[in-house]
C-alpha cells in the first residue's frame, strides 16, 4: 500500500522544528530515521497531514566527549548516524 497524501517541511534547526510543530494541526509526525514511521505510513496506520523532517537539522548531529574528575561523558545527538 501506499501512504496517504502529506505535506512535509524540512527543518533546518531545533527552533525551526518546533516552530513547524507549534504552527501545524496535532496530526503532524516528526521524521527522523523513519524505520518506525514508514512502515506505519504504508500500512495506512499512520495519517499525518504534516510530516517535520529532522534529517537537516545539524544540531542533532553531533558526538562530544567530556571529562569531569576523571569520569568521562559521550554524548550522541539525536540524529546522528553511527
Do not use: H
Amino acid at each position: 500500500m501506499k501512504p496517504v497524501a502529506f505535506e512535509l517541511e524540512r527543518a533546518g534547526t531545533v527552533d525551526e522544528a518546533l516552530a513547524l510543530l507549534a504552527g501545524t494541526s496535532s496530526d503532524a509526525k516528526v521524521l527522523a530515521g523513519g524505520q518506525s514511521l514508514m512502515p506505519l505510513l504504508n500500512f495506512r496506520l499512520a495519517r499525518p497531514e504534516v510530516l517535520v523532517d529532522l534529517n537537516p537539522v545539524s544540531e542533532l548531529q553531533y558526538v562530544s566527549r567530556t571529562s569531569s574528575g576523571g569520569n568521562g561523558e559521550l554524548r550522541v545527538g539525536a540524529m546522528t548516524r553511527l
